[in-house]
C-alpha cells in the first residue's frame, strides 16, 4: 500500500512571503490531519478533516494559515504572510474511519528566513 | 483533556543494554496510547499501539510497553540495544477512533558501542 504523500520535502522563504504544502493522503483513508513540528518538540495538531469537513481546526492560526480538502482525497495547507516562528516540519497523516493511530507522511521541513 | 509527558529528553545506552524510555499519561476518560519513532528527515511510524485489550503491547522492532492504570504509565522498553534504534521516539494519546492525537515532548535515544 503506497503510504501518506507529501511535497515539498524542502522549502526555505522570506518572511512575509506564502507557501504551499500538498498531502496525498492512503486511498481510502477518510480522516486526515495536519500537524506542526517545532524543533524539540512534539507534533501539535493544526487541522483534521473527515472527508472533506473540517472536524477540528481549533489550533490552527486563521488568520495566517488556512487549509482545505478537496473531495475528501488531497489536502494543501497555506501559510500567508509567513513568520519566522513558522519554522518546522509539517507533517501530515491520514487514517481509516473508525481507525486507531496514524499513518504519517515525511514531512515538509519549512525554514522562513 | 489529555496529555503526556516523557521524562527524560536525552536517554544515551550501550549496544545490547536495556532500552527504557518513560511515558506518563493524564487523560479524563480511558485512553488510547501510541509509541512512535522518528529518524532524521523522516516522518513518524507507528512503534506499537495501547487499545484496552492486552495491556502487554509488542510492537516492531523488539519494542514492547506495558499499560499500568494505577502508576498512568505506558513505558517502552527492549531488552537489548541496537545502533539502528537511535531515534526520536514519541510517546501519543487519542481517546476515541479517528481522534486527534497528542504528543510527549521526544525523547532522543543515543546508542554507544
Known amino acids: 500500500e503506497a503510504g501518506v504523500a507529501q511535497s515539498p520535502r524542502y522549502k526555505i522563504i522570506e518572511k512575509r512571503q506564502s507557501v504551499a504544502f500538498w498531502c496525498n493522503p492512503i486511498?481510502?483513508?477518510?480522516?486526515l490531519y495536519w500537524y506542526q513540528q517545532i524543533l524539540g518538540q512534539g507534533p501539535k495538531l493544526l487541522i483534521q478533516f473527515q472527508n472533506n469537513g473540517v472536524v477540528d481546526d481549533s489550533q490552527l492560526p486563521k488568520d495566517r494559515f488556512s487549509a482545505e480538502r478537496l473531495k475528501g482525497v488531497d489536502s494543501t495547507l497555506k501559510i500567508q504572510p509567513a513568520k519566522l516562528e513558522d519554522s518546522a516540519v509539517y507533517l501530515c497523516?491520514?487514517?481509516?474511519?473508525?481507525?486507531?493511530?496514524?499513518?504519517f507522511g515525511s514531512g515538509t521541513r519549512l525554514t522562513v528566513v | 483533556a489529555q496529555s503526556v509527558t516523557q521524562l527524560g529528553s536525552h536517554v544515551s545506552v550501550s549496544e545490547g543494554a536495556l532500552v527504557l524510555l518513560r511515558c506518563n499519561y493524564s487523560s479524563s476518560v480511558p485512553p488510547y496510547l501510541f509509541w512512535y519513532v522518528q529518524y532524521p528527515n523522516q516522518g513518524l511510524q507507528l512503534l506499537l499501539k495501547y487499545t484496552s485489550a492486552a495491556t502487554l503491547v509488542k510492537g516492531i522492532n523488539g519494542f514492547e510497553a506495558e499499560f499500568k492504570k494505577s502508576e498512568t504509565s505506558f513505558h517502552l522498553t527492549k531488552p537489548s540495544a541496537h545502533m539502528s534504534d537511535a531515534a526520536e521516539y514519541f510517546c501519543a494519546v487519542n481517546t476515541g477512533t479517528a481522534s486527534k492525537l497528542t504528543f510527549g515532548t521526544g525523547t532522543r535515544l543515543q546508542v554507544t558501542l
Open positions: 497523516a491520514s487514517s481509516v474511519q473508525g481507525g486507531y493511530g496514524y499513518t
Open positions: 486511498s481510502g483513508h477518510a480522516t
